[in-house]
């Protein structure tokens, strides 16, 4: 029976894509979101017989949502295999006046949303003596950020932390937790909230001069998640064109 993969922020842009890919490479598919009529449309897109891809409502700082989400796939498919943590929020904000709510915010998604699937579905993948978890993670995270704002790129360096606890906690049980660390991606979020003329001066910054391709993350997903990647765990994949290099 083929694996069973949870997308979270799989309604659009890099989400989308992971979706696309496990559900084209013969996984089981749950497409989680806040915007469910968006996630159903994908679900019906990938099968209109809801037997390989199913669509749920899920706000990822609800720890209970992700129990219910377990749950729920337990009953339909025998439970999951493979946890993709990709939703996230991103924002362009000048430092000084970022207000505790809106870092509040911008952490809740991008890094409570984590590790509280990390906690449900990691507790979940050791019972059951297999697990990958892939962790959308950001070259934010690590140079503090090109255009977002700080609390995006904060939380984001808290998620490469995580991944590695997480992996720790989890190494012998069978489940392996990793990142990948895209730098600016040729998707319609980073069109949406950054001018022309500011995306033309970060391409043109990006050394191997284009912004990065969201299928080539998907592929680096299913690398990630496949059943022979045990030996990868705790790691951060970086997929940024040469912006940032260790
Ligand atoms: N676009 C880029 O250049 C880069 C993106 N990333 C990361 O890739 C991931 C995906 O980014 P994009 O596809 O570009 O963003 P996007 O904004 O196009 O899509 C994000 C998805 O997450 C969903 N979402 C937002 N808040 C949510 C919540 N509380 N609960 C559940 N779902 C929620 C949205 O509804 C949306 O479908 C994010 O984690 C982002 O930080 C990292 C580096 C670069
Ligand atoms: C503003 C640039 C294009 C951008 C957009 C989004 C991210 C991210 O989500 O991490 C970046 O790191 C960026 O540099």
């Given at each position: 029976?083929?694996?069973?993969?949870?997308i979270?922020?799989?309604?659009?842009?890099?989400?989308?894509?992971i979706?696309?890919?496990?559900?084209?490479?013969?996984?089981r598919?749950?497409l989680?979101?806040?915007?469910?009529?968006?996630?159903?449309?994908?679900?019906?897109?990938?099968?209109?017989?809801g037997?390989?891809?199913?669509?749920?409502?899920?706000?990822?700082?609800?720890?209970?949502?992700?129990?219910?989400?377990?749950?729920?796939?337990?009953?339909?498919?025998?439970?999951?295999?493979?946890l993709?943590?990709?939703?996230?929020?991103?924002?362009?904000?000048?430092?000084?006046?970022?207000?505790?709510?809106?870092f509040?915010?911008?952490?809740?998604?991008?890094?409570?949303g984590?590790?509280?699937?990390?906690?449900?579905?990691?507790a979940?993948?050791?019972?059951?003596?297999?697990?990958?978890?892939?962790?959308i993670?950001?070259?934010?995270?690590?140079?503090?950020?090109?255009?977002?704002?700080?609390?995006?790129?904060?939380?984001?360096?808290?998620?490469?932390?995580?991944?590695?606890?997480?992996?720790?906690?989890?190494?012998?049980?069978?489940?392996?937790?990793?990142s990948?660390?895209?730098g600016?991606?040729?998707?319609?979020?980073?069109?949406?909230?950054?001018?022309?003329?500011?995306?033309?001066?970060?391409?043109?910054?990006?050394?191997v001069?284009?912004?990065?391709?969201?299928?080539?993350?998907?592929?680096?997903?299913?690398?990630?998640?496949?059943?022979?990647?045990?030996?990868?765990?705790?790691?951060?994949?970086?997929i940024?064109?040469?912006?940032?290099?260790?």
């Amino acid at each position: 029976m083929s694996r069973v993969a949870l997308i979270t922020g799989a309604a659009r842009g890099l989400g989308e894509c992971i979706a696309r890919a496990l559900h084209g490479a013969g996984y089981r598919v749950a497409l989680a979101d806040v915007q469910l009529d968006a996630v159903q449309q994908l679900a019906d897109q990938l099968d209109p017989s809801g037997q390989s891809a199913v669509a749920l409502q899920l706000d990822v700082r609800d720890k209970a949502a992700f129990e219910a989400a377990r749950d729920l796939l337990v009953a339909r498919w025998g439970g999951t295999d493979v946890l993709v943590n990709n939703a996230g929020k991103s924002k362009v904000a000048a430092l000084m006046e970022i207000s505790p709510e809106e870092f509040d915010e911008i952490v809740a998604i991008n890094l409570r949303g984590t590790f509280v699937a990390c906690q449900v579905f990691g507790a979940h993948f050791a019972e059951r003596g297999f697990g990958r978890i892939i962790n959308i993670g950001s070259l934010a995270g690590q140079n503090g950020g090109t255009a977002t704002g700080a609390h995006y790129a904060a939380a984001k360096g808290g998620v490469a932390t995580l991944t590695k606890v997480f992996a720790r906690e989890l190494a012998s049980r069978g489940v392996t937790v990793n990142s990948i660390s895209p730098g600016p991606l040729d998707l319609p979020v980073v069109y949406e909230t950054v001018a022309p003329e500011r995306i033309a001066q970060i391409k043109q910054m990006v050394p191997v001069g284009t912004l990065g391709s969201a299928d080539y993350i998907a592929d680096s997903v299913l690398l990630l998640a496949a059943d022979h990647a045990a030996s990868v765990t705790g790691a951060c994949w970086d997929i940024n064109g040469g912006l940032f290099m260790r």
